[in-house]
């Protein structure tokens, strides 16, 4: 099918999973790590944990399709929103910051050839989490 400029196309909707990323493993922000296909082509993308009906604004920062990753961040929230969706991902200790149990830890290096991973998410929406594993 062909679109020409003045043709309007129907909006769509879709949903995906993301991971919070803590400030102290990648960036200076705390970080959403989500899948590439989930927000090619958005226009407006709202974010909301899980359990939690109020939806954030968000914004693409990196989009890598290649690898179907992207990386999103809260827009034009103020510190209260952000305080309120991140939560306590970083727990503050007298001698450095640990990572609370709701940020993704990432490791160090890929895995090996025939390592055994394990896939998170909600692929088809709800509340039902699926959890794959693979080699």
Known sequence: MT????????????????FI??????ANENLILTNAHVVRSSVDIRVRKH????????????????????????????????????????EESSST??????????ADELPSLQESVHVMGFPTGGTTICITEGV
């Open 21 to 26: 990323i803590a400030a102290t493993q990648l």
């Open 3 to 18: 679109t020409t400029p003045w043709q309007r196309t129907p909006q769509t909707k879709s949903s995906g999973t993301g």
């Open 97 to 106: 910051n640990k990572l609370s149990k709701h940020a993704l830890e990432l």
């Open 51 to 90: 359990g939690s009906t109020r939806r954030f604004a968000a914004q693409v920062i990196v989009y890598a399709p290649d690898v179907d990753l992207a990386l999103l961040t809260l827009k034009g929230c103020s510190l209260e929103d952000q305080k309120e969706f991140f939560g306590d991902v970083v």
